[in-house]
């Protein structure tokens, strides 16, 4: 019995050795087997990636900028205010890097509509308007001028440069300046939900009677831009000249208000801009059934709605001065965009 045991543990010993030989040449060839598959996979991987970045490599050559590093212990500027208590950034000169931001919206191939309304006599404007935004303007971008007027045989030809288009949008006039102001906001909505959201990706609404004397451009885009007004950016609210009257839509307490925002300039994406707009103009129907004008008329429900739809970008007076009038202080270190001397009365109601 026990010879019986030991041979047939024997015979069972040697056939576990031959199981474990076989089993470990198994093992072996298994990771034979994926240590071929994984060089397989990396060699051609590694081809398949350096031919893609290679090509990526030609557009990151481009536009690859080299600036200086910021420093966060270091502010931009110190003489201003340059972030709003709701973490907009106000824009001054000296808070942007123009080479990083044309990059970017370059990269995003952005299209930027600007609106300008030449009504009756306002047309004679229009003419430097276009010449000194070609200078100024969105240099470099794609951009469309939406020219509203009543008068579309007068409006000049200027050479626009390349990706630069104008387009002519015939309206009819009022015969009070201020009908022609309020309505702008009614055209602006109208025409953004039927033909700005299909064509560009900002728009910016802006007075005519003003020429851009220096750079203007993309660092003031953002989803809703306002400018400080170059009156009251130093003031308290209490000096702010907001519709005080509660009996109008555009009415503010005495007790609130952020800044003062300028009629003249604002914009940011065509939804927004057309939000505002829209809530502009059906608030000054509702006055306008109720008998009461607003004070400064669409500049006093503008300055509303920014009250309770915070900008998400704040424009600082560089964005809308009066040289004439204000002189050129020196926190103002450029005058971007800037009144044109005129006679008002001579020209608003004719």
Same mark, same amino acid.
């Given at each position: ?19 474990? %030989? $076989?089993? /470990? ?79 970017? =919206? ?44 009543? +008068? ?11 990706? /630069? ?18 309505? #702008? ?9 039927? /033909?700005? $959201? ?26 809703? =831009? ?7 950016? +130093? ?13 109008? /839509? ?29 809530? %502009? ?32 970008? &704040? ?24 009144? &044109? ?6 020209? #608003?109601?004719?």
């Amino acid at each position: 019995m026990l010879s019986w045991w030991a041979a047939r543990a024997g015979a069972s010993a040697g056939g576990a050795m031959t199981e474990l %030989c $076989l089993g /470990r040449q198994r093992y072996y060839l298994l990771h034979l087997g994926i240590l071929l598959t994984v060089l397989v996979l990396v060699f051609f991987g590694y081809g398949f990636l350096s031919q893609g970045s290679e090509e990526l490599g030609d557009s990151e050559a481009v536009s690859r900028i080299s600036h200086a590093q910021p420093n966060v212990l270091t502010p931009s500027r110190k003489d201003v205010l340059v972030l709003t208590p709701w973490l907009a950034p106000i824009i001054w000169e000296g808070t942007f890097n123009i080479d990083i931001l044309n990059e970017q =919206f370059r990269l995003q191939n952005t299209t930027i509509g600007l609106t300008v309304f030449a009504i009756k006599k306002y047309v004679v404007f229009l003419k430097l308007f276009l010449e000194t935004a070609e200078q100024h303007f969105m240099v470099g971008h794609k951009v469309i001028y939406y020219v509203f007027t009543d +008068r579309p045989a007068e409006v000049p030809q200027v050479p626009l440069g390349a990706g /630069r288009k104008l387009v002519v949008l015939t309206v009819r006039n009022y015969s009070r300046w201020q009908d022609v102001s309020m309505h #702008r906001m009614e055209m602006i909505s109208h025409f953004s939900e039927r /033909r700005f $959201l299909q064509e560009v990706d900002y728009l910016v609404c802006a007075d005519v009677d003003m020429k851009f004397q220096d750079h203007v451009g993309v660092e003031i885009l953002s989803a809703l =831009f306002g400018t400080l007004h170059p009156g009251f950016y +130093r003031s308290s609210r209490e000096a702010f000249t907001y519709e005080r009257r509660p009996k109008s /839509r555009a009415y503010i307490p005495w007790d609130e208000g952020d800044f003062y925002y300028m009629g003249a300039f604002f914009g940011g994406s065509v939804v927004e801009v057309h939000h505002l707009t829209k809530a %502009c103009h059906q608030a000054m129907v509702e006055d306008k059934a109720n008998g009461i004008e607003a004070v400064w008329h669409d500049e006093s429900h503008l300055n509303k709605y920014l009250l309770y739809h915070k900008p998400t970008k &704040v424009l600082s007076p560089e964005y809308m001065w009066d040289q004439e009038l204000l002189g050129w202080p020196s926190v103002m270190k450029k005058l971007r965009y800037v009144a &044109v001397p005129k006679n008002h009365q001579a020209i #608003r109601n004719r």
